[in-house]
């Protein structure tokens, strides 16, 4: 499945011609983004003295802002990135400053709090999917543009560590505050770099629809396996440390998780790989459920936080090899709304293997309950294999060690 042949360094992804410029605007933008659901949350809590009502109002700020990703990412596909970008970012900005405001203080009415949350929700900048687009366009190596979405995938995760380390270092409100500063202020930088002109405007060649059914649905199912995976895992990983008595060692697990992500990431993105993005999914949404199902059933609190571990080296992976197959399959002109897809797909699957787990975990005996979450992803995988040799834009998936070496 891979090649012999050594891969070239991360540096080498940085040093494509704007890329750091662009990459650091995208990352100060999407930084936002691991701040404002603690701080939103914490600060509707305060100013309704009431964490169910928090809690309400602030699903309606995830359920917009997930639902309406494709359409917003479709706005930069058919406007271009200069345009698109600053449209969606000033509007979102402007709510949660108007949010920070009006949490400042108790007694703020409820349908203030929801229309803003719900505004918000709805102009959230696609800044993610504008990244890997810009990626896609910026290297057109396919080798060396898996080693960007791997460090893209990696990176962002590394954001949503830091992000809520933040939200609780500073007074809630001044966390929605702090996040439209920095979602403002990175979005307009990434719309003012040279690599946003690769974005243009254009009129959309395929419907939406046709866009679902290409092969760039496999990709947003098997995020969403991965998604069910994520949702469940934290719920669980208490539930194992507390029923072991050893609950403080759940904050070491998680971090465990993290870390392995972020090594798996960075190791996957150095492999030049023979068989073709979409190619790979399955093998590693098997591996998953496997290590996931496997890792339930663990006698002891280190052999468990050892599976965590262990299952933390394929999230990074899956992640970055489903954004490289759905850039890989979408048709012309949609790339952007392709890997929001992916997005969409991987909160939707967390949303529902949250909630899932919060309904099995006082119910079920907590190994079932593991290998239940391992379902998804290995149900999933059966459906992950490409039906074709070429993708959506009709050139051929040739092995990724036989693509170009230089830059066109």
């Known amino acids: 499945m891979s090649s012999p042949r050594p891969a070239a360094s991360y540096a080498a992804v940085l040093r494509v011609p704007h890329a750091r410029r662009t990459f650091a605007a995208a990352l100060l933008g999407r930084l936002s983004y691991g701040i404002v659901s603690l701080s939103l949350l914490l600060s509707l809590a305060a100013a309704t003295g009431s964490y169910a009502v928090a809690g309400m109002i602030t699903t309606v700020f995830a359920a917009t802002s997930v639902v309406l990703g494709p359409a917003r990412a479709g706005l930069i596909d058919r406007w271009g990135a200069r345009r698109a970008l600053p449209a969606l970012a000033t509007p979102y ?34 800044l993610g999917p504008t990244m890997r ?90 995020a969403a396996g991965l998604g069910c995976c994520l949702g469940a895992l934290e719920l669980y990983v208490v539930a194992f440390t507390d029923h072991h008595d050893r609950a403080s060692a759940a904050g070491w697990i ?99 293997g949250s909630g899932t787990a919060g309904l099995l975990v006082d119910r079920l005996p907590l190994p079932l309950c593991f290998l239940l979450a391992a379902a998804p992803p290995l149900l999933l995988a059966l459906g992950a294999y490409p039906r074709s040799g070429r993708d959506a834009r009709g050139r051929s998936e040739a092995p990724l060690a036989k693509a170009s070496e230089g830059r066109a």
């Open 93 to 126: 900005a402007v709510a949660l400053t108007a949010l920070c405001l009006a949490t400042w203080r108790p007694g703020a009415p409820l349908w203030l709090l929801t229309f803003l949350s719900a505004a918000a929700g709805t102009l959230t900048p696609p």
């Open 133 to 222: 687009a810009l990626w896609s366009a910026l290297v057109p190596d396919k080798r060396l543009l898996q080693r960007a979405f791997s460090l893209d995938t990696v990176a962002e995760e590394g954001l949503f560590m830091t992000g809520p380390l933040i939200a609780v270092a500073v007074r809630p409100a001044l966390g929605l505050a702090l996040s439209a500063g920095l979602v403002l202020i990175g979005t307009l930088a990434l719309a003012a770099s040279p690599a946003a002109k690769l974005l243009t405007a254009r009129e959309p060649s395929v419907p939406a629809a046709r866009l679902r059914s290409a092969g760039v649905r496999k990709a947003a199912y098997a």
């Open 254 to 352: 998680l971090a465990a998780h993290a870390a392995g992500s972020a090594i798996g990431g960075l190791l996957y993105g150095r492999i030049a790989w023979r068989r073709p993005a979409a190619g790979r999914l399955p093998y590693l949404l098997a591996a998953l459920a496997l290590l996931f199902a496997l890792t339930g059933a663990a006698p002891t609190v280190v052999l468990f936080a050892l599976g965590i571990a262990a299952a933390g080296t394929i999230v990074s992976p899956t992640m970055a090899t489903a954004y490289l197959a759905a850039d890989e399959l979408a048709p012309p002109g949609t790339a952007t709304r392709a890997t929001a897809w992916v997005n969409t797909g991987v909160n939707a699957g967390s949303s529902l």
